[in-house]
């Protein structure tokens, strides 16, 4: 049994470009294998709350002396456990204002923990979520991944970057861009992503079966 997780961050809600590639690779893995379990979280329709001052303290120690702190900590024991009992972990990435969408950066801010999805060691930190894939599906409306605009890609970099903290380094990025460039950009370059997703899928089955 393959377990997937399935982040979608659009709030863009039945319009999001992201969110309907993300459902694409569900259906592709779903429909061609009894042997996959899919979890899917929407944090774009229903966010993981961003952090405060009556919260933050809980999610840096572990520990909790009020309401809110209990309320947070349950929480991002929640998250991480969806991501511990996955084997692939899939996030529906839309570009905002060149990073990645606050809601997002929310469930991460839950879900990195010192001691528990990672740790400071004598030769630095050590990610301990290891073993496990990701797959990054980002929609920008530009194009960033190459060029002179390449310089203005705060999404991409941050979301490995994250993703690595934890010990998942094993991410393949796939990206529907130029969505601003005109139909028959757009059309291309969703023709792409579906064509990468494909691929993904095929590579994905076998370790179901």
């Known amino acids: 049994m393959t377990r997937i997780l399935i982040i979608d961050s659009a709030a863009t809600g039945a319009q999001s470009v992201s969110r309907r590639l993300t459902s694409e ?24 709350p961003h952090l405060t001052e009556e919260t933050v303290f ?19 024991d929640a998250l991480i456990d969806e991501i511990r009992a996955a084997d692939l972990v899939v996030i529906g990435a839309p570009m905002y204002n060149f990073g990645m969408p606050s809601t997002l950066k929310a469930w991460f801010d839950h879900v990195l923990r010192a001691r528990v999805t990672f740790r400071y060691t004598e030769s630095g930190p050590e990610g301990l979520m290891k073993g496990k894939r990701a797959v990054v599906v980002e929609s920008r409306a530009g194009f960033y ?32 861009e130029k969505l601003a460039f005109g139909p028959e950009a757009a059309e291309a ?18 370790l179901a079966a």
Do not use: C, N, Y
Not at 31 to 44: L, P
Not at 60 to 66: D, F, L, N
Not at 153 to 169: A, V, Y
Not at 189 to 206: C, D, K, M, T, V
């Open 25 to 48: 690779l569900a259906e592709r893995l779903a429909g061609a294998s009894g042997k996959v379990e899919i979890v899917r979280r929407d944090i774009g329709s229903s966010p993981v």
């Open 58 to 76: 809980a999610i840096r120690t572990g520990e909790s002396k009020t309401e809110a702190e209990r309320g947070a900590l349950m929480l991002s």
């Open 145 to 176: 991944s190459e060029g002179p605009s390449a310089a203005m890609d705060s999404q991409e970099p941050h979301l490995r970057t994250l993703l690595g903290f934890m010990g998942i380094e094993e991410v393949t990025f796939v990206r529907a």
């Open 189 to 206: 370059s969703l023709g792409e992503a579906s064509r990468r997703l494909r691929e993904i899928a095929a590579l994905e089955l076998p």
